[in-house]
């Protein structure tokens, strides 16, 4: 590469690569740890408008809380800087492809994306020529390595 974006990815190793499945999927594991966490206390907190009861599978407001709750967190990471607890321990960054912030609308395609495809559309960097996901595409968005 001749361009001084090219020199520059030559002299800090990783930094600005298009980050590996496996890499994403560390990250992904570590943030979902984490979530875990975090919906458990939601959970807890939630309990008393059930009058101290378990939820029941599949109970509509429940469900939605919890779905608020994960795209609030995925999206507001995203937002506020790219990169979730677990990218950011990963050394990757969410960036989108057009100049500009990254917008709640592709958040929600992103999540969205993941979860028609179970997550399996990560897979797809693995016959794309610019190793992008499914998720990528669809949102128009990359992870980059950091470092």
Do not use: C
């Not at 507001?76 to 989108?96: C, D, K």
């Not at 709640?104 to 028609?116: E, I, N």
């Not at 610019?130 to 669809?138: A, E, F, P, S």
């Amino acid at each position: 590469m001749t361009s001084a974006a090219g020199s520059a990815d030559r002299s800090a190793p990783g930094r600005g690569e298009v980050a590996g499945v496996f890499r994403r999927f560390a990250a992904f594991l570590y943030d979902a740890v984490m979530l875990a966490g975090l919906l458990f206390a939601v959970t807890a907190l939630a309990l008393p408008l059930n009058a101290g009861q378990a939820f029941r599978p599949g109970q509509p407001v429940y469900s939605g809380l919890l779905a608020a709750f994960v795209f609030l967190y995925f999206g507001w990471f995203w937002v506020h800087g790219g990169q979730t607890p677990g990218m950011r321990a990963w050394r990757i960054r969410l960036r989108p492809v057009d100049p500009g912030p990254l917008r709640w609308s592709q958040v929600a395609l992103r999540l969205l994306t993941a979860m028609l495809t179970l997550g399996l559309g990560t897979l797809w960097a693995w016959f794309d020529a610019k190793r992008r996901t499914l998720q990528d595409i669809v949102s128009r968005t990359r992870v980059l390595r950091t470092g």
